[in-house]
């Protein structure tokens, strides 16, 4: 009888606990860093598996995806994920994705953001090039109108580490 | 102006937050990435933040040797504790220790060469370029388990394999011995790329045989060279009888014979051995030897003058030298 007490505490803290979660924060976002690996399926065919990563080497292509899921009862606006480029990695040149997003991208720290074709660099000799991928330090995906309830929508690039 | 310059080192302190060196990330570094989603609902702002996505970057093990000899390295025959120079470097992601090995029966070359009398291997301590086998800037003898090298990321280190060279091998024979580094780690050395060492690595991260396989290996080689000898003779003066320089009877006459001895190896029982011109009378106890006057009798000095020739006994004579022999004659 006392145990069967103490586990109904413990529900109805937990209940307390999500719901306030939920007011506070009705767009849920996950971040998960994966990698490509080939794999022969049951037929012998090779082909390319997205696999969770927990540690790997230098020269290593990761692919980070930010999902975003709308567990609130009105429609989310003014959408827009920024994600760092880990200064141990290298972005790979158009590699950023994410369904119904404008991507820019920042070579400044994230002070400034631009599309990719139209970054310059200073040379040391005071002319101008275009940036290169691997000087992308931030990216940032502004999603194109509302997002309804229940409805999730994903962002991502890949990464080399360096 | 103070200013300033603490303004410029703080610059570049925040421009370079993470030494990734050419062999990559390090070893047991954690690379995190959060990914924030601004919005707004009903027209109120909101900011909201991912969990880190986070992952270990683990060892990696590469190892290089890069010869550092320009061409195969000139000896005599028989010679003794010529080096051969490797540049050693951990081009893994964490530090790593290497055990070195020498193969003198590389296959396709002329002769074996034999460990150096003073030592096979050979550490460069830093305190002089170049092997020294002796001396106070003597380099250190590697003693296979008990002073591998331990290098850290992209750190290098010079290696010396010394050798000794065998009797009687003919002029031009190449010797050729094998330098190799193998990663201590277990099971790495050899091993296919990829193989994973669990834990093995820096810290206790998982160790990755790279595409070296953890081991590297580098020839190089021995030429049995011989000398060359080479002999100039000139005028340095010609002091006539009325203090001119005519060449008429009675007028001394200089020369000069420059031997050299070019190449590697030794020139053995070197000797000079130069007859009078036609119509001249030798001065007497005019041979020099390197500036330094000799006698013309057959005695304990080098030189003497016998038989209308002048001759100088140098002996066995180690490449490169030169000597320079001055004597004098009168024009009859």
């Known amino acids: 009888m006392r145990n069967f007490l103490f586990i109904t505490i413990a529900l109805v803290i937990q209940v307390a606990a999500i719901s306030a979660g939920a007011q506070q924060n009705p767009i849920l976002v996950k971040n998960v860093a994966e990698t490509e690996v080939e794999r022969k399926n049951a037929q012998g065919v090779a082909e390319k598996v997205r696999v969770p990563l927990d540690k790997a080497v230098p020269g290593?292509?990761?692919?980070?995806?930010?999902?975003?899921?709308?567990?609130?009862?009105?429609?989310?606006?003014?959408?827009?994920?920024?994600?760092?480029?880990?200064?141990?990695?290298?972005?790979?040149?158009?590699?950023?994705?994410?369904?119904?997003?404008?991507?820019?991208?920042?070579?400044?720290?994230?002070?400034?953001?631009?599309?990719?074709?139209?970054?310059?660099?200073?040379t040391p000799d005071g002319r101008e090039r275009a940036a290169l991928a691997s000087e992308h330090t931030h990216i940032r995906w502004a999603y194109r109108g509302e997002l309804a309830p229940a409805k999730t929508g994903s962002a991502g690039f890949r990464a080399v580490i360096k | 102006m103070l200013r300033k310059v603490f303004a410029f080192c703080a610059a570049v302190l925040c421009a370079a937050p993470i030494a990734v060196g050419a062999a990559g990330t390090p070893a047991g570094t954690v690379i995190q990435n959060t990914a924030t989603l601004t919005y707004s609902i009903g027209g109120v702002p909101a900011i909201s933040t991912t969990p880190p996505a986070s992952f270990t970057v683990v060892e990696l093990i590469n190892v290089t040797l890069v010869s550092q000899d320009a061409a195969t390295v000139a000896v005599n025959s028989p010679d003794s504790n010529r080096a051969l120079t490797f540049l050693l470097t951990n081009t893994g992601n964490g530090p790593e220790t290497f055990a070195l090995a020498r193969n003198n029966a590389v296959a396709g070359d002329n002769y074996d060469p034999l460990n150096g009398s003073a030592g096979a291997i050979f550490l460069e301590n830093g305190l002089q370029a170049g092997f020294q086998a002796t001396g106070p800037n003597a380099d250190t003898l590697y003693?296979?388990?008990?002073?591998?090298?331990?290098?850290?990321?992209?750190?290098?280190?010079?290696?010396?394999?010394?050798?000794?060279?065998?009797?009687?091998?003919?002029?031009?024979?190449?010797?050729?011995?094998?330098?190799?580094?193998?990663?201590?780690?277990?099971?790495?050395?050899?091993?296919?790329?990829?193989?994973?060492?669990?834990?093995?690595?820096?810290?206790?991260?998982?160790?990755?045989?790279?595409?070296?396989?953890?081991?590297?290996?580098?020839?190089?080689?021995?030429?049995?060279?011989g000398v060359a000898v080479t002999l100039a003779k000139t005028v340095v003066s010609i002091v006539?009888?009325?203090?001119?320089?005519?060449?008429?009877?009675?007028?001394?006459?200089?020369?000069?014979?420059?031997?050299?001895?070019?190449?590697?190896?030794?020139?053995?029982?070197?000797?000079?051995?130069?007859?009078?011109?036609?119509?001249?009378?030798?001065?007497?106890?005019?041979?020099?030897?390197?500036?330094?006057?000799?006698?013309?009798a057959a005695d304990a000095d080098q030189a003497e003058f016998s038989n209308a020739a002048v001759k100088v006994l140098f002996g066995d004579t180690a490449a490169p030298t030169s000597h320079i022999v001055e004597f004098r004659v009168t024009v009859n």
Do not use: H
Request: no cysteine; charged share 15%; aromatic share 4%.
């Open chain 2, 240 to 296: 006539d009888v009325a203090g001119g320089s005519t060449v008429r009877s009675g007028s001394i006459v200089t020369y000069r014979i420059v031997l050299g001895v070019a190449g590697s190896g030794s020139a053995l029982g070197l000797a000079l051995n130069d007859p009078l011109p036609a119509n001249t009378t030798y001065v007497a106890n005019s041979i020099t030897v390197n500036g330094q006057a000799r006698t013309d």
């Open chain 2, 143 to 225: 003693v296979a388990g008990s002073n591998d090298p331990a290098l850290a990321a992209d750190a290098s280190r010079i290696v010396y394999v010394v050798s000794d060279t065998p009797a009687a091998r003919p002029t031009g024979d190449v010797g050729r011995v094998e330098l190799s580094a193998a990663s201590t780690t277990a099971g790495a050395a050899g091993a296919a790329p990829g193989t994973t060492l669990p834990g093995l690595g820096q810290g206790g991260v998982d160790a990755v045989v790279g595409g070296t396989r953890a081991l590297a290996r580098q020839a190089g080689g021995y030429v049995v060279s």
């Open chain 1, 60 to 122: 290593t292509e990761v692919i980070y995806t930010t999902t975003f899921t709308n567990n609130g009862s009105k429609p989310a606006g003014n959408i827009a994920i920024t994600n760092p480029v880990p200064a141990e990695m290298t972005y790979v040149g158009g590699s950023a994705f994410g369904d119904g997003t404008d991507i820019t991208f920042s070579i400044d720290g994230g002070k400034t953001y631009a599309a990719a074709e139209k970054l310059r660099v200073k």
